[in-house]
């Protein structure tokens, strides 16, 4: 049974530029959630995506976007990337909005 | 004011001494705790979840909430080296899937 699975693991990008991160849930699990992490930081949630609509957002601007597919796997979609923006990107799953999340390996965002 | 705080640590226990690790919120209609381990380089897993007061056993785990004074703990018996890691504790309200972290604990257990 695969777990959370993300792609790209690592990427650089430069300012100005636009970045798409790509999730698939844990097997039977139906809602993605999406956090930043910072170096030395607790993960910060961006927003949760249940049925294919954004049910919860954090304090992120909206440059930070993202998609939910009738298969559960999510996008999340980061325009205008800024230097303060480098961090590690987590999708976590679960069945419905429970707090028991399931998180992938994450993805390390450099911009330059 | 955070609402989930955690002292940075680190944490600095012996082996097979009790690691006492500390969290409070600030949001009164928080129901649902937790407890995330994170390993240096890897996410955070869930170890430990209590939602009633009083205390919750897993294994060498046990998580302690007391809502009144809107505090949760997670006490390790007989550390083992393999337990330093970051402890992440996290809180929701009932009716979102609004999950919010504290910055974590860094626990070094040695041996």
């Known amino acids: 049974d695969a777990g959370v699975t993300q792609s790209p693991t690592h990427l650089i990008k430069t300012r100005g530029q636009q970045v798409t991160l790509r999730c698939s849930p844990k097997?039977?699990?139906?809602?993605v959630s999406w956090y930043q992490q910072a170096l030395g930081q607790g993960p910060q949630f961006i927003f949760q995506y249940y049925e294919e609509e954004e049910r919860q957002r954090g304090n992120f601007p909206d440059r930070f976007s993202g998609h939910q597919f009738p298969n559960y796997s999510s996008e999340l979609n980061v325009n205008a990337l800024l230097l303060g923006d480098s961090a590690l990107y987590l999708c976590?799953?679960?069945?419905?909005?429970?707090?028991?999340?399931?998180f992938g390996e994450g993805s390390r965002l450099t911009v330059l | 004011q955070k609402e989930v705080e955690q002292n940075s640590g680190p944490l600095s226990v012996p082996e097979g001494a009790i690691a006492s690790l500390n969290c409070t919120y600030s949001?009164?209609?928080?129901?649902?705790f937790f407890w995330y381990r994170q390993y240096s380089g890897k996410s955070p897993e869930l170890i430990m979840f209590?939602?009633?007061?009083g205390d919750k056993e897993d294994g060498r785990f046990t998580a302690q909430l007391n809502k009144a004074s809107q505090y949760v703990s997670l006490l390790i018996r007989d550390s083992q080296p393999s337990d330093s890691a970051t402890y992440l504790c996290a809180v929701k309200r009932s009716n979102t899937g609004k999950l919010i972290f504290g910055q974590g604990t860094t626990l070094q257990v040695k041996p």
């Open positions: 097997s039977g699990h139906d809602t």
């Open positions: 209590i939602y009633s007061n």
């Open positions: 976590a799953s679960s069945v419905g909005n429970t707090g028991e999340l399931f």
């Open positions: 949001d009164r209609g928080s129901q649902s």
